[in-house]
Antibody, heavy 125, light 114 residues
Framework: EVQLVESGGDLVEPGRPLRLSCRAS????????ISWFRQAPGKGLEWIGI??????????DYAASVHGRFSISRDDSRSVAYLQMNSLKSEDTAVYFC????????????????WGRGSRVIVSA | DIVMTQTPLSLPVTPGEPASMSCRSS????????????LDWYLQRPGQSPQLLIY???SRASGVPNRFSGSGSGTDFTLKISRVEAEDVGVYYC??????????FGQGTRLEIK
């Protein structure tokens, strides 16, 4: 089955770290970018970061709201992407989604056509 | 950042009737270098993750019924459903990727059945 599955969400105290995983199945994982998004309770969608495929350098970009605190990595041998979240704040409380996209041109195809079901992170003392 | 604004925020519709919702961007989503306009639509059904409906303003994603259509240009875009069905309930988000990967979403239009 073609799917992405997030895991690792938890209740964590402010200032503590947490790592989420995004495991892919049924796709050639190494060929795709993985982006992370989040959705705070009752709110809309926010893009937080991306990791490109290693054939395109495996480079990353982050939203200003998480830059310097969050980092994304990938292990193509395991078809997994990771979201390392450090110095967590209460405003990081959200459901975190990973989604796959393309690297190869044309850029018209660089949409996000497969999403995971999400992993809930609650930051609270 | 490009700010996306959707209207209305809530859209009650009778099954079988049409529905229309709008999305406006604070800057043009047209890339003059390649002539493409980078605007996508997603549907998030209750309790589910977002799914791609429309990409590049008007192209339906794989498996999306043809009752869904997208249109627009520059900064103004519209998503239409020709005849609403119960399964169309959820929140519709427009997303710009003109500034890929720094994509941004509208606040969403919640479609509900009357």
């Amino acid at each position: 089955e073609v799917q992405l599955v997030e895991s690792g969400g938890d209740l964590v105290e402010p200032g503590r770290p947490l790592r989420l995983s995004c495991r892919a199945s049924g796709i050639p994982f190494r060929d795709y970018v993985i982006s992370w998004f989040r959705q705070a309770p009752g709110k809309g969608l926010e893009w937080i970061g991306i990791i490109r495929s290693n054939i395109y350098g495996g480079t990353t970009d982050y939203a200003a709201s998480v830059h310097g605190r969050f980092s994304i990595s990938r292990d193509d041998s395991r078809s997994v992407a990771y979201l390392q979240m450090n110095s967590l704040k209460s405003e990081d409380t959200a459901v975190y989604f990973c989604a796959k996209g393309r690297n190869r041109r044309p850029t018209s195809t660089w949409y996000f056509d497969l999403w995971g079901r999400g992993s809930r992170v609650i930051v609270s003392a | 950042d490009i700010v996306m604004t959707q209207t209305p925020l809530s859209l009650p519709v009778t099954p079988g009737e049409p529905a229309s919702m709008s999305c406006r961007s604070s800057q043009s989503l047209l890339n003059s270098d390649d002539g493409n306009t980078y605007l996508d639509w997603y549907l998030q059904r209750p309790g589910q993750s977002p799914q791609l409906l429309i990409y590049m303003v008007s192209s339906r994603a794989s498996g999306v019924p043809n009752r869904f259509s997208g249109s627009g240009s520059g900064t103004d875009f519209t998503l239409k459903i020709s005849r609403v069905e119960a399964e169309d309930v959820g929140v519709y988000y427009c997303m710009q990727r003109r500034e890929y990967p720094f994509v941004t979403f509208g606040q969403g239009t919640r479609l509900e059945i009357k």
